[in-house]
């Protein structure tokens, strides 16, 4: 008999709704800002979610050390230090050292855009020291104690984990 093609230490694969009908799936990040975990990559460090923000939404200013991809889905956003607009169908590739502050004007109800991060997000204050930061563990942390709090459950994030 045939042997099978699946290589015996493949893990499950995944496929979900990327936009999904629970608004529970939506754990909120910071003000007028959400994101949808799909993958979260514990032995790399990267990590694949929606972000959605609503109108007036300011994501903080923030450098990346490692790559970031983005494919914009929904609305529209800016970045403060560039004079592109990311709309719907366009890809965005954020370089290694790249730092941006992140909005969504006010005539825009909510964007949609998928990111693929690697590494961390490190956020600056006015003076330009590093204050705070995200990588794939704070936001499993939050994944966590937002399913919990909406009743899912803290391990509901595992299914992303990867
Ligand atoms: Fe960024």
Redesign the pocket.
């Known amino acids: 008999m045939k042997k099978p093609l699946q290589a015996t230490q493949s893990i499950p694969e995944l496929v979900t709704e990327a936009i999904p009908d629970d608004e529970r799936l939506w754990v909120p990040q910071a003000d007028k800002i959400w994101f949808r975990p799909l993958i979260l990559n514990t032995t790399n460090g990267e990590w694949v979610n929606l972000l959605r923000i609503t109108k007036g939404g300011v994501m903080n200013r923030?450098r990346?050390p490692a790559p970031?991809y983005g494919y914009v889905l929904k609305g529209e956003w800016r970045y403060l230090e560039h004079d592109w607009i990311a709309k719907p169908g366009m890809f965005v590739f954020?370089p290694p050292g790249e730092i941006?502050t992140?909005v969504v004007d006010e005539g825009v109800e909510e964007m949609i855009t998928l990111f693929h991060v690697f590494g961390a997000?490190v956020y600056f204050d006015v003076d330009d020291n590093p204050i705070q930061h995200d990588d794939v563990h704070t936001k499993i942390e939050m994944c966590r104690s937002h399913f919990e709090q909406v009743g899912l459950g803290a391990d509901y994030v595992k299914q992303f984990i990867r």
């Open positions: 923030h990346h970031v954020e941006h992140l997000l």
